[in-house]
């Protein structure tokens, strides 16, 4: 049973540039969550997918961006990089209840790793 | 969420076990308290949760006092791999989606030989 997978590992981009991170949920999982985790820091919460919108938030700005597909796969866009966004990007998922009261824990994937030079 | 308590760091010896606190004196009714860990170079595994009883799985036992306002996780023979930075979270529960988790600097657990 295959775990929550992230692409690609590392990122190596400059500034100004735009950038795509990808994450396939684990098995039987329909949400998705994205943090960022700086050198040192705990991991920050970015946003949270499920059935395809988007549904919290944290404070990031408009720059990040995502999407999530109808397998549930998910997408982290951020554009016009900046050097503080050099960090490890996690993808979390877990199965959101339909709907219901739900405490599920949620799993996550080993990150990307970006790099703004 | 209630906010989480943790001291900077603790070790252990290989082979004994580790008691790791957390204070959450703010916490709700309706919030749980979640552990996690990682290891460098890894994304955050989970370890455990619970709402007010103990719980105890493969990986460890959670202890949570009877006002809720502390917890203690268990890793009952400590190895070298147990050395991570331990996260503990409370968490509310509602309608729709989980919410977010809110990880502070955790506590870094060091196993030694």
């Known amino acids: 049973d295959a775990g929550v997978t992230q692409s690609p590992t590392h990122l190596i981009k400059t500034r100004g540039q735009q950038v795509t991170l990808r994450c396939s949920p684990k098995s039987g999982h329909d949400t998705v969550s994205w943090y960022q985790q700086a050198l040192g820091q705990g991991p920050q919460f970015i946003f949270q997918y499920y059935e395809e919108e988007e549904r919290q938030r944290g404070n990031f700005p408009d720059r990040f961006s995502g999407h999530q597909f109808p397998n549930y796969s998910s997408e982290l866009n951020v554009n016009a990089l900046l050097l503080g966004d050099s960090a490890l990007y996690l993808c979390?998922?877990?199965?959101?209840?339909?709907?219901?009261?739900?405490?599920?824990?949620?799993?996550f994937g080993d990150g990307t790793r970006l790099s703004i030079l | 969420d209630a906010k989480t308590t943790q001291p900077p760091s603790m070790d252990c010896a290989e082979g004994r076990a580790a008691n790791l606190p957390c204070n959450h004196s703010t916490i709700s009714g309706n919030e749980y308290v979640y552990w996690y860990r990682q290891i460098h170079s890894q994304g955050p595994q989970y370890i455990i949760h619970g709402l007010k009883n103990n719980e105890t799985n493969e990986m460890a036992s959670l202890i949570i006092t009877e006002d809720r306002k502390s917890s203690t996780l268990i890793l009952p023979h400590a190895t070298l791999r147990d050395t991570a930075v331990y996260y503990c979270?409370?968490?509310?529960?509602?309608?729709?989606?989980?919410?977010?988790?809110?990880f502070g600097k955790g506590i870094t657990l060091s196993v030694r030989p």
């Open positions: 979270i409370v968490r509310v529960a509602h309608g729709g989606a989980n919410s977010k988790l809110t």
């Open positions: 979390a998922s877990s199965w959101g209840g339909q709907g219901l009261y739900s405490n599920q824990p949620q799993h």
